[in-house]
């Protein structure tokens, strides 16, 4: 109960954690059909609270990338959407490699083996 009272008083910051377990939701958006090709995986991305979080206040992401990825701090605003982008493309690679999803060329479309 505390931990709301923070939230709705403002007094505490939420971020997203979406990138810990980003493969998973990209996968479940790609079933669900709302992800179909790249141009709609990097849309569905910008219409996150991830993606809100990260534009607001990147020092905290950052942080995370740096530590898991190794990827400087202080990113300007286009290095941002590139290292999505290629975030991306590697977890669509990832599920492709698994057999999770089939992709034509150039990802111009993806869909689920589900």
Request: charge should be neutral; aromatic fraction near 10%; hydrophobic fraction near 35%.
């Amino acid at each position: 109960m505390i931990q709301y009272k923070g939230i709705t008083s403002y007094s505490t910051v939420v971020e997203s954690t979406l990138s810990e377990k980003m493969a998973e939701h990209l996968n479940a958006e790609i079933s669900l059909g709302t992800i179909y090709n790249m141009r709609a995986a990097i849309q569905w991305m910008q219409s996150t609270f991830y993606y809100v979080r990260v534009k607001k206040n990147p020092q905290v992401q950052q942080s995370y990338w740096y530590q898991h990825y190794k990827i400087p701090s202080l990113l300007t605003t286009s290095q941002i959407d590139e290292f999505i982008e290629k975030k991306l493309t590697g977890i669509v690679k990832k599920l492709k490699d698994n057999e999770l999803i089939v992709c034509e060329e150039k990802g111009e479309g993806i869909c689920s083996t589900i």
